[in-house]
């Protein structure tokens, strides 16, 4: 499936659902747990959400509140290393599972946020 598809085929509401449930995988994880500490965690659930929705071609509420998202730089005071990036993918494949997109809509986003990851590294190593 193309990235202009996917928003037609989960909406708002299948976004809205895969972030509700990465971000109930947050506070927990021994990895990521401690980076998101000190934010405000629904806050934080809410900026993902209207990003992907926004890149997606939803709603554009996020450039209106946050401008342009210039994602490395806004990452740019978390250490992510290798372990951190793997791991937000692993709590994010496991919030696909549980959201159960369609399998199209998965690969597609799966291979976003693959690759959206990678691209937010910025130090080598754990
Ligand atoms: C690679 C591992 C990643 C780590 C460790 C990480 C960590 C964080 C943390 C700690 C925050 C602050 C939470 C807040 O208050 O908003 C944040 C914000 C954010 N992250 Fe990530 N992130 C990662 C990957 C990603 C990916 C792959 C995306 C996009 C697909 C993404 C999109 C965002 C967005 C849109 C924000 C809010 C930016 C803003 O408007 O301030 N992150 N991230």
Same mark, same amino acid.
């Given at each position: /499936? =193309?990235?202009?598809?996917?928003?037609?085929?989960?909406?708002?509401?299948?976004?809205?659902?895969?972030?509700?449930?990465?971000?109930?995988?947050?506070?927990?994880?021994?990895?990521?747990?401690?980076?998101?500490?000190?934010?405000?965690?629904?806050?934080?659930?809410?900026?993902?959400?209207?990003?992907?929705?926004?890149?997606? $071609?939803?709603?554009?509420?996020?450039?209106?509140?946050?401008?342009?998202?210039?994602?490395? /730089?806004?990452?740019?005071?978390?250490?992510?290393?290798? @372990?951190?990036?793997?791991?937000?993918?692993?709590? /994010?494949? @496991?919030?696909?599972?549980?959201? $159960?997109?369609?399998?199209?809509?998965?690969?597609?986003?799966?291979?976003?946020?693959?690759?959206?990851?990678?691209?937010?590294? =910025?130090?080598?190593?754990?």
């Amino acid at each position: /499936m =193309n990235e202009q598809d996917l928003y037609a085929a989960i909406g708002e509401d299948g976004f809205t659902r895969l972030i509700a449930a990465f971000y109930r995988r947050i506070p927990q994880d021994d990895i990521l747990g401690p980076m998101y500490e000190h934010h405000d965690l629904t806050g934080a659930e809410q900026r993902l959400r209207d990003f992907l929705l926004f890149r997606f $071609g939803g709603v554009p509420r996020y450039l209106e509140e946050r401008g342009h998202p210039r994602l490395r /730089m806004r990452h740019a005071r978390f250490p992510i290393g290798q @372990a951190a990036r793997d791991r937000w993918i692993e709590l /994010m494949d @496991a919030a696909l599972a549980e959201t $159960g997109l369609p399998a199209e809509a998965h690969q597609t986003l799966r291979s976003f946020f693959d690759s959206t990851a990678t691209f937010l590294m =910025n130090r080598a190593g754990d």
